[in-house]
């Protein structure tokens, strides 16, 4: 199976090289990453600009671009023949629920899909190291041929991992979770009257709904989210918007 690699964290990043090793060791492995870190980049694709692609390896590059400009880049032609299967990650932290609206790891996996390729996301789910991906890396080569029987041209797959010993997980279907973001903003204004501002803030919580991702990885399983690409849910938000007074 050729395989294409991409993630958000960087092309040195220790989940993206222990997923390449791992799959890399039975498979051919192509890949195509930011040569810096663009979390948060979500689908964003560069079109003003040219994208610098350093070659680091037989099949490794670096891009300076975003992960959807690693998948465009690689799928338009840097890769020599079809990719059977795009694997984003294995990113630094969990991208649960609404997060995948934010993520440049969920961005790889969907701009794989709108491209015709299926897509994974894969994700651990802690903020701070140690991560354990050797065993995200291990489930996913076991996985490999069930993904690509699963993803189509309508969704993407979003697997968050438990930071906890995987092997013994059990995986649950899920879906995304609705998170509650406590954004803050900080300014510091320069000796020139230039605004700096700075968004942070504490860890987002989320709505523990029975069932998806969020409940799913806090329970210890393996979360297995099937995401549309397509804007929007129309059933059963369709109905409300036909009874809708629109003058």
């Not at 997060?99 to 994974?120: F, N």
């Amino acid at each position: 199976m050729r395989l294409l690699l991409v993630n958000d964290d960087g092309f040195e990043a220790d989940g993206l090289t222990t997923l390449a090793r791992t799959i890399g060791a039975v498979h051919e492995v192509w890949i195509v990453a930011p040569e810096s870190e663009r979390s948060g980049t979500s689908n964003a694709i560069t079109l003003k600009d040219s994208i610098r692609v350093r070659a680091t390896g037989e099949r490794t590059f670096c891009c300076r671009g975003t992960p959807a400009d690693c998948v465009l880049v690689a799928l338009l032609g840097l890769v020599p023949g079809p990719v059977d299967l795009v694997l984003s990650g294995i990113n630094h932290g969990p991208n649960l629920g609404t997060d995948i609206l934010y993520s440049g790891t969920a961005g790889g996996a969907r701009q794989a899909t709108l491209m015709g390729r299926p897509g994974v996301a894969l994700s651990v789910g802690a903020y701070d190291p140690p991560y354990d991906f050797q065993c995200a890396a291990d489930f996913t080569l076991r996985n490999l041929e069930t993904f690509r029987g699963l993803a189509d041209g309508d969704h993407f797959i979003n697997v968050n991992f438990p930071n906890t010993d995987c092997r013994r997980a059990a995986t649950m279907i899920t879906f995304p979770s609705r998170r509650i973001y406590r954004d803050e903003l900080k300014t510091y204004t320069a000796p020139n009257r230039d605004l700096f501002c700075f968004i942070g803030g504490p860890l987002p919580d989320a709505r523990l709904e029975e069932g998806s991702d969020c409940d799913a990885v806090n329970r210890g399983f393996i979360s297995i989210t099937p995401v549309h690409v397509h804007p929007a849910y129309h059933d059963p938000i369709e109905e409300r918007y036909r009874e809708a007074p629109f003058r």
